[in-house]
C-alpha cells in the first residue's frame, strides 16, 4: 500500500520559473512532511519540513503548501535555476512509530537554461 | 562534525551470496535507520536502530538483519542474495530515534548478479 503518492514523475520548467510539485499522504498519523533533495549519486538532502499544525512554511526560495483536510502538500520552486536539476521526494512520518519515512516516488525536475 | 559515511561506495556480488554494508553515523547520533532505493523509485524503510537494539522494521525479510555498535556506527547484512536486491542502500542518522531530521550518507550501490 502506497501511503504516499507524488506526482509529477517527471518536470520540465525554464530558469526563473516557478516548479510546483504535489503530494497527497492517506495516513492521517503522520505528523512531520519533509522534502528532499538527491543528485545522481548522492544520498537525500533535507530541503524543508513542515508539521499539520501549520498551513504553509517559507525557507528562501522554497515553500511547502499544506492542506490537512485533502490531505495534500506541495513544493514551490521560485526563480527556479538550472541547479535545482534533481530528484525530489516527498515523504512524511509519525512520531508514534519512531520517526520512520515513508517517501514518495519521486519527481526529476530539470531547470532549462 | 563529520557527516554520515557509508562503504563501500559500490559493490558487485552474485545471486545466493551474503554482503554486509556499512555506515557512520554523524556525530552524536545514536540512531540509525536504513533504506532500499531501488532505480527510479523512492527510498524503502529497512529497519532502525536506537542504542545498539533493532526499533522498528519494514516490510522486508528476515534475510535482512543489522547491527548498531557502541559507537553508534551500523552494518546491514543480506544473506541469500537476490537479482531483485540489487538497489542503492541509503542510512540515515539522527540525534535521537524521535527527532524527525535524518540526515543520509550518500548510499552503497549494490548489483546483484
Known amino acids: 500500500q502506497q501511503q504516499v503518492k507524488q506526482s509529477p514523475q517527471s518536470l520540465i520548467v525554464q530558469k526563473g520559473g516557478i516548479s510546483i510539485i504535489n503530494c497527497a499522504y492517506e495516513?492521517?498519523?503522520?505528523?512531520?512532511f519533509p522534502w528532499y533533495q538527491q543528485f545522481p549519486g548522492k544520498g537525500p538532502a533535507l530541503l524543508i519540513a513542515?508539521?499539520?499544525?501549520?498551513s504553509e512554511k517559507k525557507e528562501g526560495r522554497f515553500t511547502i503548501s499544506f492542506n490537512k483536510s485533502a490531505k495534500q502538500f506541495s513544493l514551490h520552486i521560485m526563480d527556479s535555476q538550472p541547479g535545482d536539476s534533481a530528484t525530489y521526494f516527498c515523504?512524511?512520518?509519525?512520531?508514534?512509530?519512531?520517526?520512520?519515512?515513508?517517501f514518495g516516488e519521486g519527481t526529476q525536475l530539470t531547470v532549462n537554461p | 562534525e563529520t557527516g554520515v559515511t557509508q562503504s563501500p561506495t559500490h559493490l558487485i556480488k552474485t545471486r545466493g551470496q551474503q554482503v554486509t554494508l556499512r555506515c557512520s553515523s554523524q556525530?552524536?547520533?545514536?540512531?540509525v535507520s536504513w533504506y532500499q532505493q531501488a532505480l527510479g523509485q523512492g527510498p524503502q524503510f529497512i529497519f532502525q536502530?536506537?542504542?545498539?537494539?533493532?526499533?522498528g522494521r519494514g516490510n522486508f525479510p528476515p534475510r535482512f538483519s543489522g547491527l548498531q555498535f557502541p559507537n553508534y556506527s551500523s552494518e546491514l547484512n543480506v544473506n541469500a542474495l537476490e537479482l531483485d536486491d540489487s538497489a542503492l542502500y541509503l542510512c540515515?542518522?539522527?540525534?535521537?530515534?524521535?527527532?524527525?531530521?535524518?540526515?543520509f550518507g550518500p548510499g552503497t550501490r549494490l548489483l546483484v548478479l
Open positions: 513542515i508539521r499539520p499544525d501549520v
Open positions: 540515515a542518522s539522527r540525534a535521537d530515534m524521535y527527532q524527525e531530521t535524518q540526515y
Open positions: 556525530s552524536g547520533h545514536n540512531t
Open positions: 536502530y536506537y542504542r545498539e537494539e533493532e526499533n
Open positions: 495516513n492521517t498519523a503522520f505528523d512531520y
Open positions: 515523504a512524511a512520518s509519525k512520531r508514534t512509530s519512531g520517526s520512520r519515512l515513508t
